[in-house]
Structure formats: C-alpha cells, structure tokens
C-alpha cells in the first residue's frame, strides 16, 4: 500500500508547493526516501530562484494587510491551525515516521510538541504589551510599542520535520510577520500537509507561504531579497554562518538554532538510575539526532564503573527497527551518508583510545535501511571526532572526569553552548554548574529541555536568539520607541 492511500486524509498528501494560497508546481521534481527501506515516496516540486521569488512577493504584499490584522483574530486563525493539526495527528505522524524513520508513537508525540508552539502563540500575539517610559523633559511622554518585523524566510530541518516549522511559523504569525517557509529536502511531506491544515485554518493568501527546492537555489533569494526582514533557521552550524554571512549584506536580523556538543554529566551524588533513564531518553531520542542530546557523557570517576553497568544492558535492550513496528524505540538514521558518517565516527573513536563496550556497526545489511546499531563507547581521547563534532546517531560516549573543576573545564572545552545536563542531588552543585557551563540551557536532573513555555537557543556557536515562550514571539518584533513632546 503506498503512503497515501495508508492515510485517513489522502487530501493531506501534497507534493506541490504553497504560494499565495494556491499549490505551485515545478518543472523538474526531487524524490522524497524512506530511511527504513530506501523506497521512493514521492516526488516534490523542486522550486528554483524563480518561484523563491514568487513566494518572497506574495508575502510581502499580505504583509501590509496582516501586520494590520488584530491580534485577537490573528489567534482565531493560528488557533484554528493549532486544532486542525491535532485533529489529524496520526495521518501528519504516518507522514513524518515514512519520510524521517523515527518510532510513529515518538513521531506522534512530535506532532504534540508542535502544537503545543502553535497555540502558546496564538495566545501571546495579544500580550505584545509595549511599556510607557518617564522621560527626562516635563511635559515629554515616552513609550514602546513591538511591531512585526516584515516577512520571515523560515529555513527548517529533518530532524523535527514538524516541531521546528512550528516553532518558527506559529510566533512569526503571532507577531504580524508573514512567512516563506523552505523545509529540508528530506522531509517535505509533513511540511506540506502543515501547509494544507494552513490552508483549511483560513490564513489569508500570501500569509502563509512553503516552497521546496533546493537550499542552493531558495537560500539565497531568502538571504537576498530586501522584501525578506529576517531569517529563522535551525540546522548545522556551518550553514548557519553562511546564511548569516550571506544576511549581513541587508542587515537583516536572524535567528539561528544551530549544532550542540552536550555534555550530560553525573556526579557521583546522582542517582544513577535516573541518571541511565536520562541517557537513554536524552540519547536515543529521534534516533541521536537531536541538536540537544547527549553528546559527551561525562561521568565522576567514583561512580563511573556502576554507571557503566547499569547503562550498557540499557543501551542494548533498546530495539532498532522500522518506526512502524511495535516497540521499536530506534528507527534509521535520515540517510545512508548519515550512516556512513557514523561508522567513521565509531572508528575514529577507536583510533583515539575510545573502547566499544556494545553496539558499534551498521545494520544495514540486515534490516535494510540506514539503521545503526544503539551503541556505548567508553574513553575516546579529547582529539577524537566523537567528542568535538555532533555524533548525530544512536552513539553514547562516555568519558570519566575526577572532580567539580574537571568536569567544567571538559564541559565547555567546546566552541558550541546549546543544551547541558546535570545529574546530581547537592543543591551546592545545582548552582555552581548551572552558573558556571556555557551553555543557554541547563536541565538538572532531567533530560530534555524543550516547550512551549521556556527560551529555546545557545551561545557560542550554537546560535543566536531564543525559541520558545515569550522570547519567541518577541523575537519576531521590532521594539519602537515613540516620544512625545509637549502637547499642553
Ligand atoms: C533540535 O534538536 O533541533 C530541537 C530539539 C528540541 O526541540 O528538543
């Protein structure tokens, strides 16, 4: 049975791109894989410059209507895409389990995780309050106001095919902006069932903007077009700077959720049950492919061995199969470059000293797809790949540290700062660490950082702005300052 007929809604399966209210097709078309079993699912419009063009227009005519619109209707619409999604959960997770490969229940709860951003904006586009200022003058008032800060290029990933252009889109809307959004290649065929609940939400043509195609083509018409005011990304770090590079010709403001190296540290006070619950959870999520996951386990040496023995019968109870199978907690990696890159990795970690306590190759050729087997390396060197890059992949690699200093200094030996985590039960430990890594968010004794109600974003290189929350929505406004002399 192919992927849409296996859909409660086949109307939700677009291949076509959104322009101004209507879907767009494209001479030459790109093919969309599943990572389970390498079968072509579809072919999609392959957008060039031309279209990014059409796109950028539409939406900026709709600006000057929307920017206009009021907040109280603008959370109408945007609520009403928020309820359209829910209603078709399953058939958006069927979408993004076929096209991405993570487990459909995971891929379920990623649609949650979405629209949990879709409707705190909505509420948040009527608290844009701006703030009245005493100035120095008698007779002078002073006050601010946020306003929108135009049309938004929405540059968005395939690790969260749904999550990301949510978090992005939802307060973009919520502000007044209106949006082009560009999904990753990989995983268009979410997007663009996103776009058709758009669609049926009402949003007014031109508001709400999806266009596929290549980054090489669609980047540099979003970068380059004075029509577009700001950037929205989440990817690499490397196509970070080049977008940002390529933004700083306008001056346009971006904002960028770009690659993490997280170190997931337990102190010997932990408990180190929770500690291995975390790890599995924060590892193993979406496959290892998370900006936030655990990237650098880095154990006190006192609790490092009962750690270990605790966490390798873990790693290897967790099954790896096709997202659709029951209790599968591992789907494939995106692609077979993807695995590719991950067996470098296992055996580069090797080369630097790095033990292979479970797990460790491909499963490929057994199961099919680009599937990696979940696994635990212990004592990688500092010059290894594992510790400097992003593993990507279902790889724990574990380190031992000896005290409080040590553990710091490793932490943030890293020119990136996304997402830390601390397992420990002293509260003097809670504060020092928290305070002291680099990194803009801090989980202790959790594992996962996101929602919809708290700043989302790094430091260093691992971005700049903030999703999420209020900071999310304000991120998107341009704060005006209006003074106003003597009217006596
Ligand atoms: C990401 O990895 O890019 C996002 C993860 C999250 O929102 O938790």
């Given at each position: 049975m192919d992927l849409k007929s296996r859909l409660?809604?086949?109307?939700?399966?677009k291949t076509d791109s959104y322009i101004k209210g209507e879907w767009v097709g494209a001479q030459t078309r790109f093919q969309v894989i599943n990572p389970a079993n390498m079968a072509p699912l579809a072919e999609v419009a392959d957008i060039e410059a031309e279209g990014a063009h059409k796109a950028v227009k539409a939406a900026h005519q709709a600006f000057q209507s929307w920017k206009k619109v009021s907040p109280f209707e603008r959370e109408v619409l945007i609520q009403r895409w928020h309820d359209l999604i829910l209603e078709n959960k399953d058939d958006l997770a069927t979408l993004l389990t076929s096209e991405m490969g993570k487990p459909f229940e995971e891929a379920k709860g990623e649609i949650d995780y979405g629209a949990g951003f879709v409707t705190w904006s909505a509420q948040e586009a009527k608290r844009l309050y701006g703030e009245t200022i005493p100035v120095q003058r008698a007779g002078t008032r002073g006050w601010t106001i946020r306003q929108p800060v135009g049309v938004v290029g929405c540059i968005t990933p395939w690790n969260f095919p749904a999550a990301m252009i949510t978090r992005k889109c939802a307060p973009a809307l919520a502000a007044g902006c209106t949006i082009v959004i560009k999904p990753a290649e990989d995983t268009p065929l979410t997007a663009l069932a996103l776009a058709e609940l758009a669609d049926r939400a009402g949003f007014p043509p031109g508001v709400f903007n999806m266009i596929t195609g290549e980054a090489k083509e669609i980047g540099p018409v979003l970068t380059g077009s004075d029509d577009v005011a700001m950037i929205g990304f989440t990817g690499s770090t490397e196509v970070g700077k080049l977008l940002m590079e390529q933004a700083a010709k306008g001056v346009k403001r971006v904002a960028l959720e770009l690659g993490g190296n997280a170190p997931f540290i337990i102190m010997d006070d932990a408990d180190l049950d929770k500690a291995v619950a975390g790890v599995i959870h924060s590892k193993f999520r979406a496959g290892g492919q998370t900006?936030?996951?655990?990237?650098r386990i880095i154990v006190?040496?006192?609790?490092a061995d009962a750690f270990l023995a605790k966490l390798k019968p873990a790693i290897e109870a967790v099954k790896v199969g096709d997202g659709f199978d029951r209790d599968v907690k591992i789907g494939p990696v995106i692609h077979l470059e993807a695995l590719e890159r991950i067996e470098d990795l296992v055996r580069d970690a090797q080369d630097h000293?790095?033990?292979?306590?479970?797990g460790g190759h491909s499963l490929r050729a057994r199961l099919g797809g680009a599937f990696f087997e979940p696994t635990l390396i212990e004592g990688a060197s500092s010059a290894s790949k594992i510790w400097n890059s992003?593993?990507?992949?279902?790889v724990a690699s574990v380190y031992r540290a000896k005290d409080e200093a040590d553990i710091l200094a490793m932490a943030n030996n890293t020119p990136y700062g996304l997402a830390a985590y601390v397992y420990t039960r002293d509260i003097g430990r809670v504060y020092r660490l928290s305070e002291g890594l680099d990194y803009g968010m801090v989980a202790v004794n959790a594992p996962s950082v996101g929602s919809p109600a708290t700043p989302f974003g790094g430091v260093k290189q691992s971005g700049i702005g903030r999703e999420g929350g209020k900071w999310g929505v304000e991120e998107f406004t341009n704060l005006k300052f209006v003074l106003l002399g003597d009217v006596e």
């Open positions: 409660n809604d086949p109307t939700l399966f900006c936030v996951c655990a990237n006190q040496e006192g609790v000293g790095g033990t292979v306590l479970s992003e593993i990507f992949g279902p």
